[in-house]
Nanobody
Framework: QAQLVESGGGLVQTGGSLRLSCVGS????????MAWFRQAPGKEREFVAG????????DYADSVKGRFTIARDNAKNMLYLQMRSLKPDDTAVYYC?????????????????WGQGTQVTVSS
């Protein structure tokens, strides 16, 4: 059974940094695009960053461009999200997701495996 497990969330002050990690098992995740989504309290889940199956193409939500970096290590079945210059608006539960496609998209429906989420809280 395919499984994704996130880690690395926590409480950080405005301007701080965090690195999220996601480890996959039960499926060859390296054959597919992966992404990070997030959901803030009272809001819809939204796309944060995506990376193609081989890591050559990345995409970011406008709100995180220049501050967040997505990366993957296919040999280890790992996905990462380096977050810098964090703001209170970045507070959310962050989810790792694996796609059915080679290229990352912003559409949740293209992702068929999800982690349980990790909480990121940015204090002002």
């Amino acid at each position: 059974q395919a499984q994704l497990v996130e880690s690395g969330g926590g409480l950080v002050q405005t301007g701080g940094s965090l690195r999220l990690s996601c480890v996959g098992s039960g499926r060859t995740f390296s054959d597919y695009a992966m992404a990070w989504f997030r959901q803030a309290p009272g809001k819809e889940r939204e796309f944060v960053a995506g990376i193609s199956w081989i890591g050559g193409s990345t995409d970011y939500a406008d709100s995180v461009k220049g501050r967040f970096t997505i990366a993957r290590d296919n040999a280890k079945n790992m996905l990462y999200l380096q977050m810098r210059s964090l703001k209170p608006d970045d507070t959310a539960v962050y989810y790792c997701a694996a796609s059915r496609r080679l290229g990352a998209t912003m559409d949740e429906d293209d992702y068929d495996n999800w982690g349980q989420g990790t909480q990121v809280t940015v204090s002002s």
